[in-house]
Nanobody, 121 residues
Framework: QVQLVESGGGLVQAGGSLRLSCAAS????????MGWYRQAPGKQRELVAD???????NYADSVKGRFTISRDNAKNTVYLQMNSLKPEDTGVYYC???????????????WGQGTQVTVSS
């Protein structure tokens, strides 16, 4: 099992910034990815950004150039720096930890409890 503890989030005006953090503990695998998904009311959960243990990262097109994901492997922690926030960034942000086996096959996913991000116009 893997436990995820999220922090950050809150209410901010459009154009502002927020930083999310998520720390993983438990059965940590060396091959993994950590990332953030978000879910707005009435919409499906979507990937915001993720970063693999080797450093490769992915971003949703809607956040490219505004959000930056990073990780500290020694602390098993992932960060999401969100700048130039827009009202459409509003939603519940969930931390994701995904484990892979030695040949790169996806094993399982773990989720944080979610943190609310609200951007006012």
């Amino acid at each position: 099992q893997v436990q995820l503890v999220e922090s950050g989030g809150g209410l901010v005006q459009a154009g502002g910034s927020l930083r999310l953090s998520c720390a993983a503990s438990g059965r940590i695998f060396s091959s993994n990815s950590m990332g953030w998904y978000r879910q707005a009311p009435g919409k499906q959960r979507e990937l915001v950004a993720d970063v693999f243990s080797g450093g490769r990262s992915n971003y949703a097109d809607s956040v490219k150039g505004r959000f930056t994901i990073s990780r500290d492997n020694a602390k098993n922690t992932v960060y999401l720096q969100m700048n130039s926030l827009k009202p459409e960034d509003t939603g519940v942000y969930y931390c994701n930890y995904r484990r892979y086996d030695t040949i790169g096959s996806r094993l399982d996913d773990y989720w944080g409890q979610g943190t609310q991000v609200t951007v006012s116009s």
